[in-house]
């Protein structure tokens, strides 16, 4: 955990707003070069992937507010409400004055990645229209690179301290310091003494989820080159991102992403060595994931019902 690399003029330059800006500039580096390969003009690309970020970000972060509505709300509008619900650590102090700002204070972590593709595939949608383009070959060509924008975006939250995993007795489990929010949460659930203390070791979830994310981006890339009809990028991104999300929110430990409803199955938790009344299902993002997969599996039969029926295979032309 290192949330800021260092000061600037005395303000603190975050980890994690340097990840999501070294995610953008990637990608959109690798965005730009692909459209070129299909005849779109650089310009356009690097606008698409400006409003792309812009609208991702402002997803992202409506979705967070809206499963953790009471973080926000109450600081703004009523303090006391606050602080009975979220008392302070030790050590600092309860809020004394309005705080309307932490809505926007992103680089503090607070993002939820699938609001932000929500955002983001809608501007995509509408920018793609206004410009006259076709809108799945290009989705087909872009959506890899959005593995290569979760792979920073994901060590920027290892950086802040979020999103992170249940216990673990595993080698590679990882502590967080002492008044991380982590340490925070093992503090009050009484597994260890004081927030002052190391956390107990967690699975790193953010590493999970950002090699996840290079590995959609390769395997993203292997369809895009052997595709046979527009779309199927997109529809395998959908399929795949699914899997692999749901998977590893099995082992998520923070409770911010908020669930649709709880189930604890002890025997899969004692299976994959996770608490045994740990919340094993139905976290929002697995909710939305399984919408995604289920979409995604409709599509990709229907295609194939139509090659057949055509008796040709559904060749890009």
């Known amino acids: 955990m290192h949330p800021v690399l260092f000061e600037l003029f005395g303000y603190p330059v975050h980890l994690y707003a340097v990840m999501i800006a070294a995610g953008f500039l990637t990608a959109a580096w690798m965005a730009v070069r692909q459209g070129e390969r299909i005849g779109v ?40 409400k606050f602080n009975a619900l979220h008392p302070p650590r030790p050590g600092e102090s309860p809020l004394t004055e309005p705080d309307c700002w932490r809505l926007l204070r992103f680089w503090n972590g607070g993002l939820v990645f699938l609001g932000g593709m929500v955002g983001a595939l809608l501007t995509f949608w509408w920018f793609v229209r206004r410009e006259k383009l076709k809108v799945l070959p290009l989705a087909d060509a872009l ?58 070791p967690i699975h790193p979830t953010q590493l999970y989820d950002a090699f996840a994310g290079l590995l959609l981006f390769a395997a993203l890339v292997f369809v895009r080159q052997r595709k046979r009809y527009h779309g199927q990028v997109l529809i ?31 025997p899969l938790n004692r299976f994959l060595g996770l608490p045994a009344q740990a919340v094993t299902f139905l976290s929002t993002s697995q909710f939305i994931s399984l919408g995604l997969a289920i979409t995604a599996v409709i599509l990709l039969v229907r295609a194939r019902r139509r090659s057949f029926a055509s008796g040709v295979s559904p060749a890009v032309h």
């Open 41 to 80: 003009h650089r310009d356009i690309t690097l606008d698409l992937c400006w409003w792309m970020l812009v609208s991702g970000l402002i997803g992202s972060r409506i979705a967070f507010i809206i499963v953790n509505w009471d973080q926000y709300l109450y600081p703004c509008i009523d303090i006391a």
């Open 143 to 200: 959506i890899p690179y959005v593995g290569i924008g979760q792979f920073f975006g994901r060590l920027g939250c290892l950086a802040a301290g979020c999103c992170w995993g249940q216990p673990t007795e595993l080698p590679w489990g990882i502590s967080f310091p002492g008044r991380s929010m982590v340490s925070e949460q093992h503090a009050n659930l009484h597994l260890i003494d004081s927030v002052r203390q190391a956390s107990l």
């Open 236 to 266: 395998w991104w959908m399929l795949l991102y699914s899997l692999l999300r749901s998977t590893i929110e099995l082992f998520r430990g923070d409770s911010e992403r908020g669930y649709v409803f709880e189930v604890v199955s002890e």
